[in-house]
């Protein structure tokens, strides 16, 4: 089941969104995860109709995604991009967990394009809220990589990219593992800008996402009433 939302942020910002739900519903109790997913420059605007284009989106139109969770995926307005919108984001992805009932343990993270960067972004500025990362055909700030050692990562990217090259996901990649996290990087050789058809109809990261869990951030020390 597909619906169209319109969320109000705390600031005054409104956007669109997609909510997608299971045919079943969930039983009394039974809390879904949930996949918050960020869509490409090529979608942005205020007319859902655009964003269900291509992406998780296009599958769920398309009646190909047939998965038990649910997906909330915002409209980022025009001429705009993701990192504007960080807080915003925030906002929308805990009033949906509210909202719809998910799994607040199994919130995961995807965006193509623009929305890999800004889900890199997001991902960077709140990783305690995410209980994974898949990034397709972005990059982001890989000296703030560290952010995600305790998130599982994997990132998606087409070899012959022209619009955002593949090296982008690489050194996300690279520097996520260097500073002791674990990230997987999948380049599809032959493809162009678009390798979501590749990564979300013919990878298993869809279940994987879904069968991810939060890790809770480290517990602070103790004080032991001594300066260290």
């Given at each position: 089941?597909?619906?169209?939302?319109?969320?109000?942020?705390?600031?005054?910002?409104?956007?669109?969104?997609?909510?997608?739900?299971?045919?079943?519903?969930?039983?009394?109790?039974?809390?879904?995860?949930?996949?918050?997913?960020?869509?490409?420059?090529?979608?942005?605007?205020?007319?859902?109709?655009?964003?269900?284009?291509?992406?998780?989106?296009?599958?769920?139109?398309?009646?190909?995604?047939?998965?038990?969770?649910?997906?909330?995926?915002?409209?980022?307005?025009?001429?705009?991009?993701?990192?504007?919108?960080?807080?915003?984001?925030?906002?929308?992805?805990d009033f949906a967990v509210d909202k719809f009932s998910a799994d607040p343990e199994r919130v995961?993270?995807?965006?193509?394009?623009?929305?890999?960067?800004?889900?890199?972004?997001?991902?960077?500025?709140?990783?305690?809220?995410?209980?994974?990362?898949?990034?397709?055909?972005?990059?982001?700030?890989s000296w703030r990589a560290s952010q995600l050692i305790n998130m599982p990562v994997r990132a998606?990217?087409?070899?012959?990219?022209?619009?955002?090259?593949?090296?982008?996901?690489?050194?996300?990649?690279?520097?996520?593992?260097?500073?002791?996290?674990?990230?997987?990087?999948?380049?599809?050789?032959?493809?162009?800008?678009?390798?979501?058809?590749?990564?979300?109809?013919?990878?298993?990261?869809?279940?994987?996402?879904?069968?991810?869990?939060?890790?809770?951030?480290?517990?602070?020390?103790?004080?032991?009433?001594?300066?260290?």
């Amino acid at each position: 089941m597909t619906e169209f939302h319109r969320f109000r942020a705390s600031n005054g910002t409104e956007f669109p969104y997609l909510v997608y739900l299971p045919e079943e519903p969930a039983a009394e109790g039974e809390k879904l995860p949930m996949i918050f997913y960020l869509h490409g420059a090529g979608s942005r605007g205020d007319d859902l109709s655009i964003l269900i284009r291509n992406g998780l989106p296009g599958m769920i139109l398309r009646g190909e995604f047939r998965y038990r969770c649910i997906v909330i995926a915002p409209q980022c307005p025009d001429e705009k991009v993701w990192i504007y919108y960080i807080r915003e984001l925030l906002e929308l992805a805990d009033f949906a967990v509210d909202k719809f009932s998910a799994d607040p343990e199994r919130v995961a993270l995807s965006g193509l394009s623009m929305g890999g960067f800004g889900s890199w972004e997001l991902a960077m500025y709140a990783p305690e809220r995410f209980s994974c990362l898949a990034a397709l055909c972005g990059g982001g700030m890989s000296w703030r990589a560290s952010q995600l050692i305790n998130m599982p990562v994997r990132a998606f990217h087409g070899g012959k990219d022209p619009v955002v090259p593949p090296e982008y996901s690489r050194l996300m990649v690279d520097a996520v593992n260097a500073a002791g996290g674990n990230a997987q990087l999948t380049i599809f050789p032959e493809d162009e800008h678009n390798c979501w058809d590749d990564t979300y109809q013919h990878t298993d990261v869809i279940p994987w996402m879904l069968a991810q869990k939060r890790v809770p951030p480290p517990a602070p020390e103790a004080f032991t009433g001594e300066n260290p």
